[in-house]
């Protein structure tokens, strides 16, 4: 892969991966209480974008594919546990929790992001 397609996914992804930080501090600010099994996504959730570094940054022939799958995963990651009504217990509906503006905006923003990725990486030249 051509290092500016390289350094563009390397970019988003490290964004990406901030603004996952960010949102999981979040939760602390909002002063609710999680079921454990949210905190293990959580912890998933950065495990696969630091897979996904490692992975574009040691210019492997799989970089364009994880990337796409870890923008989608994101995105639909993001919608499925916040975006959506209570649907189970794997869920954390913003809207019934009466999220503020500020954390609807990060994940908003990583849902934005994750498309952005996967486009990206989509239609990187290899």
Same mark, same amino acid.
């Given at each position: 892969?051509?290092?500016? !397609?390289?350094?563009?996914?390397? #970019?988003?992804?490290? $964004?990406?991966? *901030? &603004?996952?930080?960010?949102?999981?501090?979040?939760?602390?600010?909002?002063?609710?209480?999680?079921?454990?099994?949210? /905190? &293990? $996504?959580?912890? +998933?959730?950065?495990?696969?974008?630091?897979?996904?570094?490692?992975?574009?940054?040691?210019?492997?022939?799989?970089?364009?594919?994880?990337?796409?799958?870890? *923008?989608?995963?994101? $995105?639909?990651?993001?919608?499925?546990? !916040? +975006?959506?009504?209570?649907?189970?217990?794997?869920?954390?509906? /913003?809207?019934?929790?009466?999220?503020?503006?500020?954390?609807?905006?990060?994940?908003?923003?990583?849902?934005?992001? *994750?498309?952005?990725?996967?486009?990206?990486?989509? #239609?990187?030249? #290899?």
């Amino acid at each position: 892969m051509k290092r500016l !397609h390289t350094r563009r996914l390397v #970019t988003i992804t490290g $964004v990406l991966t *901030g &603004l996952t930080v960010i949102h999981d501090l979040d939760h602390l600010r909002q002063g609710r209480g999680l079921p454990p099994v949210l /905190y &293990l $996504v959580a912890v +998933a959730a950065l495990l696969s974008l630091a897979l996904t570094l490692n992975t574009l940054l040691s210019h492997s022939s799989f970089a364009r594919p994880v990337a796409v799958g870890q *923008g989608m995963l994101t $995105v639909v990651g993001v919608a499925a546990v !916040h +975006a959506l009504p209570q649907w189970t217990h794997l869920a954390d509906s /913003y809207s019934a929790a009466h999220a503020d503006a500020f954390s609807w905006a990060i994940i908003v923003a990583m849902m934005v992001l *994750g498309l952005v990725l996967a486009v990206v990486g989509f #239609t990187s030249k #290899t």
